[in-house]
């Protein structure tokens, strides 16, 4: 069967400091990727998605950025992280054409 | 532009009653809707879904409708337990080249009281 596996599940960082968080998937051949952040208050807001290797598309600008090195591996990461940047960050993962997709457990982004 | 919008922030149940979750869409091209529930610290959960061919989709206590000419959509759960607390997600997928790319509206928390 399929897994998600996305850490930490939480992390405090000070303002300016980099960011790097990483989601991976088991069981499953060229998987869709995205990755969401539901900030405080807020629903779920499309960041990034990756339809295969070094395929990246964002769906807004912002201070991160998204990276696929490996087929079932997706990486966020900013070189200096925002306030605003805190927020609760979701890697997903779908087959291709498929309606609905999984989601991992979430990092709890803190920044101070 | 928010496609899906879920006006109501919070809901509040008592348990054994019906629990209705309302959801709108502005994207005509939507051509699949799915229901996610999340609880706090953890990545939603798929629940339900319904494709914008029907209007009703059963699942156990877990009813979608889906009124296309409104482009309305809305959650059912009956009867509502105190397990059923949590945040509730509606999501449009437009399929094509979006496939699998949902869209989510602002999640509504649901509160079913013992």
Known sequence: ?112 | DQQVKQNSPSLSVQEGRISILNCDYTNSMFDYFLWYKKYPAEGPTFLISISSIKDKNEDGRFTVFLNKSAKHLSLHIVPSQPGDSAVYFCAGNAGGTSYGKLTFGQGTILTVHP
């Not at chain 1, 990246?56 to 070189?79: C, G, H, T």
């Not at chain 1, 306030?83 to 999984?102: E, H, M, P, R, V």
């Open chain 1, 1 to 112: 069967s399929q897994t998600i596996h996305q850490w930490p599940a939480t992390l405090v960082q000070p303002v300016g400091s980099p960011l790097s968080l990483e989601c991976t998937v088991e069981g499953t051949s060229n998987p869709n990727l995205y990755w969401y952040r539901q900030a405080a208050g807020r629903g779920l807001q499309l960041l990034f998605y990756s339809v295969g290797i070094g395929q990246i598309s964002s769906e807004v600008p912002q201070n991160l950025s998204a990276s696929r090195p490996q087929d079932r591996q997706f990486i966020l990461s900013s070189k200096k992280l925002l306030l605003s940047d805190s927020g609760f960050y979701l890697c997903a993962w779908s087959l291709k054409q498929a309606y609905g997709y999984t989601f991992g457990s979430g990092t709890r982004l803190t920044v101070v």
